[in-house]
T-cell receptor, first 112, second 114 residues
Framework: GDSVTQMEGPVTLSEEAFLTINCTYTATGYPSLFWYVQYPGEGLQLLLKATKADDKGSNKGFEATYRKETTSFHLEKGSVQVSDSAVYFCALTKGTGNQFYFGTGTSLTVIP | NAGVTQTPKFQVLKTGQSMTLQCAQDMNHNSMYWYRQDPGMGLRLIYYSASEGTTDKGEVPNGYNVSRLNKREFSLRLESAAPSQTSVYFC?????????????FGDGTRLSIL
């Protein structure tokens, strides 16, 4: 079945460090891929998305490229801030989009 | 711009009590979802409704029932609460028939069962 695997956390970085959170997926066909962010005490918010191979999604300095050859959608940011501390979820959907498959989430803490 | 609204935000129940979690969206979305979030487990789908008048089981439906009251509202009911149902519950909505569109989430209901 379809699934998403993302790197275990927690991740702790110093401010201005480079961030990579790995995400790989298993799916037949052509899924759409998403990164969501969850701040403490809140629901998930869409961070970025990519809907076909080689697309790059970007938002707030975060980027992820849809790599069909490696079935990956890794999240990157060149210089993290304390305000980026949150839990990040990778997700996919496909077809009619009636079901979403989420990874288990990666907790990021950025220290000053 | 409310989006997805969940009530209540917090609730404490005793084992065996019943309650209904409410969810409403104002984005004219056809599809609505209920998830639970537990530490180390990520999000697990309880039930979803692809359109008004239809509901389907997700990954963890046991102990829950749902009602799609109309296009806007999708409620989740615990008939006889158990400590294993202590969790954070999220409602979400999305357009149906378009996998390019994301889900929109409420802020969650934090439920403790003693």
């Amino acid at each position: 079945g379809d699934s998403v695997t993302q790197m275990e956390g927690p991740v702790t970085l110093s401010e201005e460090a480079f961030l990579t959170i790995n995400c790989t997926y298993t799916a037949t066909g052509y899924p759409s891929l998403f990164w969501y962010v969850q701040y403490p005490g809140e629901g998930l918010q869409l961070l970025l998305k990519a809907t076909k191979a080689d697309d790059k999604g970007s938002n707030k300095g975060f980027e992820a490229t849809y790599r069909k050859e490696t079935t990956s959608f890794h999240l990157e940011k060149g210089s993290v801030q304390v305000s980026d501390s949150a839990v990040y979820f990778c997700a996919l959907t496909k077809g009619t989009g009636n079901q979403f498959y989420f990874g288990t989430g990666t907790s990021l803490t950025v220290i000053p | 711009n409310a989006g997805v609204t969940q009530t209540p935000k917090f609730q404490v129940l005793k084992t065996g009590q019943s309650m209904t979690l409410q969810c409403a969206q104002d984005m004219n979305h056809n599809s609505m979802y209920w998830y639970r979030q537990d530490p180390g487990m990520g999000l697990r789908l309880i039930y979803y409704s692809a359109s008004e008048g239809t509901t389907d089981k997700g990954e963890v439906p046991n102990g829950y029932n749902v009602s799609r009251l109309n296009k806007r509202e999708f409620s989740l009911r615990l008939e006889s609460a158990a400590p294993s149902q202590t969790s954070v519950y999220f409602c979400a909505s999305s357009e149906q028939g378009n996998s390019n569109q994301p889900q929109h989430f409420g802020d969650g209901t934090r439920l403790s069962i003693l």
